[in-house]
């Protein structure tokens, strides 16, 4: 199974001091699972139009085969490019929100943004484009599943596995955030599986910031992502999250990974935002005790209150992962030897 997500709207919240924020909820998460390349018959009539206004926009160069995922803001659908024969996602936006400005004006956004951005372990945008009726995204189909959809078959997944996964997804977080992006939406659904190669591919830019370049969405309080998933920071709605926000995430995701549960679990939000703020996760041995120690260590310092005690950068946690610290440590010591070696011979007598 494979996961697309879409936005959809807004709600108010309090945090656990009663400050009130609105919280631009996490983009609703629809499943699809990988299909063949056959046409399949139409659904609703919200569906037939859809395909009919499509059609006419886009037969040219796709053939629609059926719709995959749907949500607040439009649809999803797995579409045959006729030029290059793949497979691919068109996202769509259609209806009452393509007439209003700030809806179109965000998925704009969302498709400029995900422009800029060419790494292996992000999903590509092909295209982008918009008439009067409707806007449309042309993203890569990814063939595999979600995270979300193996965590849900097996629970957990064993601890290699798990640290491959927050490896991967740290090496795409690193390129983003030097390119001055922040995703704000990380969570299982918005992870991608390939089948075939097994590795980890960041999926929806949709809630997504660049400082310099997003000004109302950097200015506001609000609270834009997944409450499962935030950092205090974002909860709170901070305006100026950085990447610590997102290696926050990665670490309930990471916890989820090794234990089979979220870190908090709170039933409405803002008791959800107090225990990311106030209370301290059950440690993950205590959950899972098979996961090594080390690796337990990594993932909970990305649970860190404060944004200065977890890691720093995205490539630290890759490399704590992968073992380049290690590595870096050794090698920091045997230069820290010669040094004091070849001091040690001028020390005066007196001084020892």
Known sequence: MTSITLNFGSTAGRTAAGTPVTVLRAPESVTYAPVRPRAT??????????????????????????????????????????????????????????????????????????????????????????????????????????????????????????????????????????????????????????????RAILADFGVAVRHWWDGEMTRTRRAYGTPAYMSPEQALGEPDVDGRSDIYALGVLGYAMLTGRLPFDGSDYGTLVAQHLHESAPPIRSLAPSVPAGLARIVERCLAKQPEQRWRYARDLHAALTGGYGARFTHAARELGRWWRRLTPMAPESSL
């Open 41 to 198: 018959a139409a659904g609703s009539e919200s569906e037939r139009q859809e395909r009919a206004l499509m059609a006419a926009e886009l037969g040219d160069r796709f053939q629609i085969v059926r719709a995959i995922g749907r949500g607040g803001m439009g649809a999803v659908y797995l579409a045959r490019d006729l030029a290059l024969h793949r497979l691919v996602a068109i996202k769509v936006m259609v209806g009452d929100r393509v007439a209003q400005h700030d809806e179109r004006a965000r998925f704009q956004r969302e498709a400029r943004l995900s422009a800029q951005l060419a790494h292996p372990g992000i999903v590509p945008l092909y295209a982008f484009g918009e008439t009067d009726a409707f806007c449309y995204m042309v993203l890569q189909y990814v063939h595999g599943e979600s995270l979300a959809d193996r965590l849900r078959t097996r629970g957990r997944l064993a601890p290699d596995e798990a640290r491959d996964v927050l490896a991967a997804l740290a090496t795409a977080l690193e390129y983003a955030h030097r390119h001055g992006v922040v995703h704000r939406d990380l969570k299982p659904e918005n992870v991608l599986l390939e089948r075939d190669t097994g």
